[in-house]
T-cell receptor, first 115, second 112 residues
Framework: DTAVSQTPKYLVTQMGNDKSIKCEQN?????MYWYKQDSKKFLKIMFS???????INETVPNRFSPKSPDKAHLNLHINSLELGDSAVYFC??????????????FGEGSWLTVV | GESVGLHLPTLSVQEGDNSIINCAYS??????FIWYKQESGKGPQFIID?????DKRQGQRVTVLLNKTVKHLSLQIAATQPGDSAVYFC???????????FGAGTRLAVHP
């Protein structure tokens, strides 16, 4: 069974378009995240939500808007896509917000290419 | 693998050899560390973790060593197999333990 699933896996779109990536976790976790991985494999947190409440927003441009309809889902909507948005976006979840001794589980990633 | 880097370091090993992947951290107050493995086309997967009250922790074919004096962490993989080929990241909680900060990663390439 897929624990953290995100769709689509691949997305190619033109500059200026608006796109969404969806994420669902079936682990019963309280906390969900979006991470961005660039071409050099550097992983950086973008957002985290705990029980549908925004906890972390790491100075991500306003064009990125996460939405959590319930604690099992965290979607990422991106407006006016730019070339620099091309990256792999990973959804993740953890049992609770406090990560001391608490593992984060990642989805398989969504490869976004902006042309 | 350093915590900050401009390119992805690569460690090449022969199948059957032992591998050692290194990571440096800067915050002497850090008390929990995790190693993740990321295979090509997949998300990072938890391998092993260690708390700062330990110097060593062993899993199946993997050992993590923590040297708090020099703020250094290493992941040792015994009898490296082709399936171990991946990018390995060290990570630690930050921001009041609310987020996981990843190191730059090290690519492990296993040759037959």
């Amino acid at each position: 069974d897929t624990a953290v699933s995100q769709t689509p896996k691949y997305l190619v779109t033109q500059m200026g378009n608006d796109k969404s990536i969806k994420c669902e976790q079936n682990l019963g976790h309280d906390t969900m995240y979006w991470y961005k991985q660039d071409s050099k494999k550097f992983l950086k947190i973008m957002f985290s939500y705990n029980n549908k409440e925004l906890i972390i927003n790491e100075t991500v441009p306003n064009r990125f808007s996460p939405k959590s309809p319930d604690k099992a889902h965290l979607n990422l909507h991106i407006n006016s896509l730019e070339l620099g948005d091309s990256a792999v976006y990973f959804c993740a979840s953890s049992r609770r917000q406090d990560l001391s001794g608490n593992t984060i589980y990642f989805g398989e990633g969504s490869w976004l290419t902006v042309v | 693998g350093e915590s900050v880097g401009l390119h992805l370091p690569t460690l090449s090993v022969q199948e059957g050899d032992n591998s050692i992947i290194n990571c440096a951290y800067s915050n002497s107050a850090s008390d929990y560390f995790i190693w993740y493995k990321q295979e090509s086309g997949k998300g990072p997967q938890f391998i092993i973790d260690i708390r700062s009250n330990m110097d060593k922790r062993q899993g199946q074919r993997v050992t993590v060593l923590l040297n708090k004096t020099v703020k250094h962490l290493s992941l040792q993989i015994a009898a490296t197999q082709p399936g171990d080929s991946a990018v390995y990241f060290c990570a630690e909680p930050s921001g009041g333990y609310n987020k996981l900060i990843f190191g730059a990663g090290t690519r492990l390439a296993v040759h037959p």
